[in-house]
């Protein structure tokens, strides 16, 4: 079975052809990530445009990667939600008028859920087989930080999210306090990465444990590192020290109450998955103390791809949700 998905909902243009769920034919993205750099944050109505002017050239050039016709596709998918509602009405528009044409079977997808999927996709042909149910998921981004039990496909139950900042919109945040542009998540990875050569302590930044609940909140967080880059604590430390410990904070909590959750709900296996699911201190952290196998895609996979899209579409398809009753749910939940 081959699906071609289709993402548009912040601000990457992207296709991909994935065949029975797993095997990665194609996965083409368009980044407006330059364009909206100059903002320090992605403009909407900037996007949507640049939707428009890339979502064909990107399907072309995803079908012709995998050396694929349309006569060659069993159906094709869409992220219908959540996020930016023009951004989403170009990809769900566009997709409707290409399944109706070709009489392809037309299939919704949440974002969110797609992001989980992403673990499922075999990028290296090895074989290797799916992640093995129950499994705690923690899907964290630009805005969501979200943790799930997935008990069988599309059987997802929230466990925990955000109560404020998610941690990708953190790590934006303070990445532009600290004068490193956009966007924050790589930036300040790799100016922690050169405070390793300082013999200077970095700052001590707090962390919301929330109790035990599964529940995150990062906005003091956030406070806690304006007053340090104000001086209300003493000479500002290096721009180096302070995201270092902006980042072990967030990390430390992250990773903390996921092997906490994986420990209590008797997982098989942990999914790492969304945008900030890039970082690698995360990564190492969540293997090092989880419980059970932890499951990760490779950093592309992690950011706003339509592989992912095309991966869930296959299951919920063989579940039988495919249909023309879909619109664009910008705030939809992930369960």
């Known amino acids: 079975m081959k699906i071609l998905g289709v993402e548009t909902s912040c601000d990457e243009t992207a296709a991909a052809v994935v065949e029975d769920g797993r095997k990665l034919l194609s996965n083409v993205i368009a980044s407006q990530a330059a364009i909206h750099a100059r903002y320090g944050g992605v403009v909407p109505e900037i996007a949507s445009r640049q939707h428009l002017e890339a979502i064909l050239p990107v399907i072309q050039a995803a ?10 596709l069993d159906a094709v998918a869409v992220t219908k939600g959540p996020g930016l509602v023009g951004a989403l009405l170009v990809g769900v528009n566009v997709v409707k008028a290409l399944a ?4 392809l079977p037309l299939i919704g997808v949440n974002h969110l859920e ?3 999927y992403a673990n499922w996709i075999d ?6 087989p799916p992640p093995p149910f129950p499994l705690l ?3 964290v981004s630009g805005g969501h930080s979200d943790m799930v039990l997935m008990e069988e496909h599309g059987q997802i ?27 924050g998540g790589p930036a300040i990875e790799a100016a922690a ?10 700052p001590k930044l707090p962390r919301a444990w929330l109790g035990k609940s599964d529940d ?10 304006l007053h340090v880059v104000r001086g209300e604590r003493g000479p500002p430390p290096a721009i180096e020290q302070t995201a270092a410990a902006f980042q072990e904070a967030v990390v430390d909590v992250l990773a903390g109450k996921t092997a906490r959750a994986a420990r209590r709900q008797d997982v098989r296996g942990v999914l790492l998955a969304g945008g900030v699911a890039a970082n690698g201190p995360l990564r190492r952290a969540l293997a090092d103390r989880s419980p059970a196998p932890v499951f990760v895609p490779s950093p592309l996979l992690c950011t706003d791809n339509a592989a992912m899209v095309a991966a869930c579409a296959c299951y919920r398809y063989e579940a039988g949700r495919a249909g023309w009753d879909l619109d664009v749910s910008p705030n939809l939940p992930v369960a």
């Open 63 to 72: 079908l012709a990667e995998a050396g694929c016709g349309w006569r060659d």
């Open 100 to 103: 109706y044409a070709r009489d």
């Open 114 to 116: 797609a992001h989980l």
């Open 123 to 128: 990028e290296d042909g090895s074989g290797e």
């Open 137 to 139: 998921g923690l899907i």
């Open 157 to 183: 139950r929230l466990l925990g999210r955000t109560l404020d900042d998610a941690a990708g919109e953190a790590f934006d945040k303070v990445a532009r306090l600290l004068g490193l542009g956009f966007p």
């Open 193 to 202: 990465e050169r405070a390793t050569e300082s013999e200077a302590k970095p």
């Open 216 to 225: 995150f909140s990062f906005s003091g967080l956030k406070t806690a590192v």
